[in-house]
């Protein structure tokens, strides 16, 4: 499996972003879908994910704010995070995920910053 995600950038405090993930090849194994982000000296952590059911977990830090959805209702191989009313605690380098038959794999990642 393969992940090409897009989007990132700078954004002001208050602002809105959408960061997109597509899934090539083994598409058929992936359970679920996810993303991850991880800010200068600390780990990396879940913010939202996406089952092959369609049903979403939204980490507590974003839940309101973030939403994770398909790009369509049939991409079963693409995971879209939404993000809204970002504060600059939400800079930090994004990963998509996807897991499937017990392995699991990351796209590259994409730079977030909220700064004025």
């Known amino acids: 499996v393969q992940l090409q995600a897009s989007g990132g950038g700078l954004v002001q405090p208050g602002g809105s972003l959408r960061l997109s993930c597509a899934a090539s090849?083994?598409?058929?194994?992936?359970?679920?879908m996810g993303w991850y982000r991880q800010a200068p000296g600390k780990q990396r952590e879940l913010v939202a994910s996406i089952t092959s059911d369609d049903s979403t977990n939204i980490a507590d830090s974003v839940k309101g704010r973030f939403t994770v959805s398909r790009a369509n209702a049939n991409a079963k191989n693409t995971a879209v995070l939404q993000m809204n009313n970002l504060n600059p605690e939400d800079t930090a380098v994004y990963y998509c995920?996807?897991?499937?038959?017990?392995?699991?794999?990351w796209g590259q990642g994409t730079q977030v910053t909220v700064s004025s």
């Open positions: 995920n996807a897991e499937g038959w017990g392995r699991i794999y």
């Open positions: 090849g083994s598409i058929f194994s992936i359970s679920a």
